[in-house]
């Protein structure tokens, strides 16, 4: 029956013990943040945001359809973790299609252009994002999440998106102002863990592309001012694995980073990429760095990432992580 059920034979036990630890997992943990020892607060702290990490990837999993035979299973799926991961303010048909134009485009399809956005704000307003931003706050990604919720009331030709959205609101809201009445230390200890996820992401997200970033979601086409070609797209593709010699670290990111391997073959579910990986590429491919080569640069440009006009260089050799400065605000949980 489960065989039936999934897209690979191969995925059945793979697929349901990481579905089972996410959803355990993340309810295990939110438990966790209400109980009185500390030290078990710390433990829900670090299983809540492994869990949503694990729910973050999972939809992207599902955007892919790569879990399931049917489309709409992944959708439903996909729909749970949306839930989870707070992304479900917009539609999980609306992420699939944000992350589908990644792939399709050979370029990163931004929910918002928050350069200009902070442009146009003002100076105070600036310098509170940078200010956040230097003490590891991820302002961005929380403006490209409150974009979201945002939209359908500042434009009218959404407003037909509306009461689903303020059904989302009310329905998160309650469920948040029940966890905060039974112990409100479980709030600020959830909001840590969320942070864990956000910084998690966006480190893998920062380091994993040189492309091109457009705004285009809302209408648009990205300009045909270069060869976008299967080659360009390897090219400016990287894997920032969690380590080479104990590849198995990999897994507490869902194997997210043989990203070269998923780009060559999007459709490979998570728990064949590193088969993939090691049958596509040799041992001293150029486009892996290694995560402990990007670690220095992820906290020190942390301000600079924010405001440069592209994300830095990759050159050859020892250090050649050294100029990449990575992305900002090219998230899959979020899409209008």
Same mark, same amino acid.
């Given at each position: 029956?489960?065989?039936?059920?999934?897209? /690979?034979?191969?995925?059945?036990?793979?697929?349901?013990?990481?579905?089972?630890?996410?959803?355990?997992g993340y309810a295990t943990g939110v438990w966790l943040l209400t109980v009185p020892p500390w030290w078990l607060n710390l433990l829900g702290v670090l299983l809540t945001g492994h869990a949503l990490v694990y729910a973050a990837?999972?939809?992207?999993?599902?955007?892919?359809? /790569?879990?399931?035979?049917?489309?709409?299973?992944?959708?439903?799926?996909?729909? %749970?973790?949306?839930?989870?991961?707070? /992304?479900?303010?917009?539609?999980?048909?609306?992420?699939?299609?944000?992350?589908?134009?990644?792939?399709? $485009?050979?370029? $990163? %399809?931004?929910?918002? $252009?928050?350069?200009?956005?902070?442009?146009? /704000?003002?100076?105070?307003?600036?310098?509170?994002?940078?200010?956040?931003?230097?003490?590891?706050?991820?302002?961005?990604?929380?403006?490209?999440?409150?974009?979201?919720?945002?939209?359908?009331?500042?434009?009218? $030709?959404?407003?037909?998106?509306?009461?689903?959205?303020?059904?989302?609101?009310?329905?998160?809201?309650?469920?948040?102002?029940?966890?905060?009445?039974?112990?409100?230390?479980?709030?600020?200890?959830?909001?840590i863990a969320y942070m864990i996820m956000l910084h998690v992401l966006r480190f893998a997200d920062a380091f994993q592309h040189t492309y091109d970033a457009f705004a285009v979601l809302e209408g648009g086409d990205i300009p045909n001012d270069k060869v976008r070609d299967r080659e360009y797209e390897q090219a400016n593709t990287y894997s920032n694995l969690a380590s080479l010699s104990h590849p198995m670290l990999n897994l507490l990111m869902l194997n997210f980073p043989y990203h070269n391997a998923h780009h060559e073959r999007p459709i490979v579910p998570w728990h064949e990429l590193p088969k993939l990986h090691a049958q596509l590429f040799p041992v001293d491919y150029r486009q892996v760095i290694p995560m402990v080569e990007l670690l220095k640069g992820y906290h020190r440009d942390r301000i600079r990432r924010i405001v440069a006009d592209d994300y830095g260089q990759v050159g050859d050799g020892p250090g050649k992580a050294d100029r990449f400065l990575g992305a900002v605000g090219v998230s899959f949980l979020t899409a209008v």
């Open positions: 029956m489960a065989q039936k059920l999934f897209r /690979s034979p191969a995925g059945v036990w793979p697929n349901t013990l990481a579905l089972s630890y996410t959803l355990v990837y999972y939809i992207h999993e599902f955007a892919h359809q /790569s879990i399931f035979r049917t489309a709409e299973a992944n959708n439903r799926w996909g729909t %749970v973790m949306t839930w989870i991961t707070g /992304s479900c303010y917009a539609p999980f048909a609306a992420l699939r299609r944000k992350h589908m134009r990644h792939h399709l $485009d050979r370029a $990163d %399809v931004v929910t918002l $252009d928050y350069k200009a956005l902070l442009a146009r /704000s003002p100076r105070w307003a600036q310098r509170l994002v940078l200010a956040l931003e230097w003490a590891h706050v991820p302002a961005v990604e929380l403006i490209m999440h409150g974009y979201v919720m945002l939209l359908p009331f500042l434009k009218a $030709d959404r407003a037909n998106e509306r009461p689903r959205l303020i059904a989302t609101i009310v329905v998160r809201g309650a469920l948040f102002a029940l966890l905060g009445w039974h112990a409100p230390k479980a709030l600020v200890l959830y909001a």
